[in-house]
């Protein structure tokens, strides 16, 4: 069975730090891009990050850069979202998403782009 979970979200004070993680089943992280996307009420979805397929390439959304990091570990098949300095506007509920691209360095941050989703986790960042 194909799935993704999130996990790691929470409610945490503005200039806190969260880390997501995306774990998956039957799937091979690795042979996939896989990206991070969020939605804050009331808004579109948005991509936050994501890495190509064998990790050649990531991409981070400005509003980001430079505060989140995006990782990798094959051994346990996750990805995980490492959140510093967090702000009340990065609210939003969190998704991991997944799809084979045949481009090694494709990282695009896209929502139409991606096939399978995880169902999201809520990160509250409130004083």
């Known amino acids: 069975q194909f799935q993704l979970v999130e996990s790691g979200g929470g409610l945490v004070q503005p200039g806190g730090s969260l880390r997501l993680s995306c774990a998956a089943s039957g799937f091979t992280l690795d042979n996939y891009a896989v990206a991070w996307f969020r939605q804050a009420p009331g808004k579109e979805r948005e991509g936050v990050s994501c890495?190509?397929?064998?990790?050649?390439?990531?991409n981070y959304a400005n509003s980001v850069k430079g505060r989140f990091t995006i990782s990798r570990d094959n051994a346990n098949n996750a990805v995980y979202l490492q959140m510093n300095n967090l702000k009340p506007e990065d609210t939003a509920v969190y998704y991991c998403?997944?799809?084979?691209?045949?481009?090694?360095?494709?990282?695009?941050?896209?929502?139409?782009?991606?096939?399978?989703w995880g169902q999201g986790t809520q990160v509250t960042v409130s004083s």
């Open positions: 998403a997944l799809r084979f691209l045949v481009d090694r360095t494709s990282c695009p941050l896209s929502e139409n782009v991606y096939a399978y």
């Open positions: 890495f190509s397929r064998n990790s050649v390439t990531t």
